[in-house]
């Protein structure tokens, strides 16, 4: 199969991209520490994948409050901005962009990971099923403290400080992490979403919090630099809503105001129940790009895109091994499998040690 769609350029907000494999966001728990910063190895391995028509960066905390996970990098300090820009530098030396993804994780964290030891927040009271990654090991969720109305305002202004600490690190632009059981996705779900104030009850209230972030993300960067990624099905960080296609078209028709660069769609991630729900209808809603994820392959992603169904496609997993994904799938190479036991922390071993078509053809001779 000719992959002629998938190498062909495109329009995503401001930026005209060489061609339409984006690499997803990928929490890799690899900063510097004390102090969650970003540092040369982060650097070496997101120049190496930039083969990638854009990269969106693994998922970044807003806020101490925002962090969920060890080892995982912010935007609120002046290292950790500094730390950013020897990654985006190397990214653009090596010819491509890349967008932050802006991370409050809301419930899941740990309050060993929360400032002063206090409990994670969330919309409501409801804990996550499992367990937090932490400096001490794994430890059980515990039942988060619900939000009260007036502290979203603190809340909004973490996310416009961490847009402008991105644009200040280099950053072509932002995505807002809207998806896989984060805060937003929190607020969005009505599973976890149980408040009676303004921010809870219909959709309307359920969707506001998100409206808000991407009124004041979009205010600092505009909407043309602005990505948002959703996970309509996901049931990861056991998340659930009643009634997830109305949720989403109306949450798509709001966002359609800010002219945003793309949606970007996690359309099937872990065990996620999709069969019911109409991707389509939100891609035809929406007014910008819609970036489809999860779990395509080149054919699959070709196919996407010559149906019309999406504008760009990003990999994820297939880009922790295969730092030249973009030529294996023009070559019809044969792509490397990622080691799963080293996708969360550690070193340079299964992070920048996953070898390029050309490595391997030298070490043949
Ligand atoms: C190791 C790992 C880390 C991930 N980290 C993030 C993240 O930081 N932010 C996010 O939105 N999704 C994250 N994801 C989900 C991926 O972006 C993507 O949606 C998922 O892997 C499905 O795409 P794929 O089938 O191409 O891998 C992660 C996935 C993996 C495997």
Known sequence: MSLQNL??????????????IIMAPLTRSRSAQPGDIPHDLNAQYYAQRSTAALIISEATQISQQGKGYA????IHSQEQINGWKKVTKAVHENGSKIFMQLWHVGRVSHSSLQPNNQLPVAPSAIAVDGQAFTYEGMQDFEIPRALESDEMVEIINQYRQASQNALEAGFDGVEIHAANGYLLDQFLKDGTNKRHDQYGGTIENRVRLILEVTQAVTEVLGGDRVGIRISPTGSFNSMSDSDP???????IKKLNDYNLAYLHVVENFGDSDNS??????????????????????????????????????????AFIANPDLPTRLKQNAKLSQPDQDTFYGGDAKGYTDYPTLKDENREMK
């Open 7 to 20: 190498f062909k350029p495109g329009t995503l907000g401001q930026y005209t991209l060489p061609h339409r």
């Open 245 to 251: 296609q109305s949720l989403n078209q109306y949450l």
């Open 276 to 317: 019911h729900f109409n991707f389509d209808n939100l891609r035809h809603l929406f007014n910008g790009a819609y970036i489809a994820n999860g779990g395509y392959t080149g054919e699959s992603a070709e196919r996407s895109l010559s149906e019309g169904k999406s504008d760009f496609v990003s990999f994820g997993s």
């Open 71 to 74: 080892f995982t990098p912010g």
